[in-house]
């Protein structure tokens, strides 16, 4: 698949998420890159701004099997994965797979579930598989995990480790809507969701080709360079305790591809890594205490460290 085709289809899965996500046209954008990417999404905010509905529209745009989890402390590890229930009939285990085996999970509020459980879905998002009972199952292709998490309410919940929160290509929120597009909103919503028109304009088979379609976008060698200095970046500041990991290079690097096939370009610009690296590596350090006592945030730093870290001339 070419990347005008690619940019064509994505431009379509981008606008039927617009019909119900108003006037957050970034964020959407950047949320059909990060499953262009094969990468998984962690959607935080406020409750209320639609990171829940913003997860059901991209699910429905692009069709394919989709599940649901509500996230509680309750929840065990068997409940995502499955589990063998023994058959009387037949006199033997039988495997009843559980939600993940889909291609569109939605995870709500991920952080409410014991860590326990929550690791239960690190094999299944970085190897798209699942071993229960010693045997390793595949996933469905594409497999897309989008988590939602409250980042204000602290109680009864339970941060996501690190090695958690680096399995999500990127970390996106949706933040209040302007008032001309709040006022839009009640009127979309007087009568009805809007979320029940929105329907499959891509479908899984041509999914998989745009995203085969992604990875034969070029980087040169000084793209791939710049994105190393990029992260390295993150490790030298004196505003971070941890910078990002390797992993945080390789996303970089398939989000810029991403970013370019959606500006229907074949190569990688300096510009496409700009774009992208506040989301995919705001998530991937850990800030100094004094950083949070200013009140600035990881994306702030990181889109300093851009401006500081010199880009190479844009290859053709």
């Known amino acids: 698949m070419t990347v005008q085709e690619i940019a064509l289809n994505a431009k379509a899965i981008v606008e039927e998420v617009e019909r119900v996500i108003v006037g957050k046209s970034g964020t959407v954008t950047k949320s059909v890159i990060t499953l262009l990417s094969e990468g998984h999404l962690l959607l935080e905010d406020i409750p209320g701004v639609g990171k829940t509905t913003l997860a059901k529209a991209l699910a429905r745009s692009i069709g394919g099997d989709f599940r649901r989890i509500q996230f509680t402390p309750d929840l065990l590890p068997s409940d995502i994965t499955g589990s063998s229930i023994y058959n009387q009939k037949q006199g033997e285990f039988e495997f009843r797979p559980g939600p993940v085996f889909a291609n569109v999970v939605l995870v709500d509020e991920i952080n409410r579930a014991t860590p326990k459980t929550q690791s239960s879905l690190l094999e299944a998002m970085e190897e798209k598989q699942v071993t229960t009972d010693g045997e390793t199952r595949p996933l469905p292709r594409p497999f897309f995990v989008i988590a939602t998490q409250n980042s204000i309410e602290m109680t009864g919940t339970y941060p996501l480790p690190e090695a958690q929160l680096d399995r999500f290509l990127s970390r996106l929120s949706l933040g209040y809507p302007e008032r001309s597009e709040e006022a839009a909103i009640l009127g979309q919503q007087q009568v009805a969701h809007p979320l029940e028109l929105v329907k499959e304009v891509v479908s899984v088979s041509k999914l998989l080709e745009m995203q085969i379609g992604v990875r034969d976008v070029f980087v040169h060698d000084t793209i791939r360079n710049y994105i190393v200095d990029v992260v390295r970046s993150t490790r030298e500041s004196n505003q971070f305790l941890v910078g990002s990991s390797p992993r945080g ?48 945030t990881t994306e702030e730093v990181i889109l300093g460290l851009l401006e500081r870290v010199a880009a190479p001339v844009p290859v053709a």
């Open 249 to 296: 290079s390789l996303l970089l690097m398939r989000a810029s591809q991403a970013h370019a096939a959606m500006q229907g370009n074949d190569f990688v610009r300096p510009d496409d890594v700009k774009a992208m690296a506040p989301s995919v590596l705001s998530h991937r350090v850990l800030a100094r205490a004094e950083l949070r006592a200013k009140g600035q």
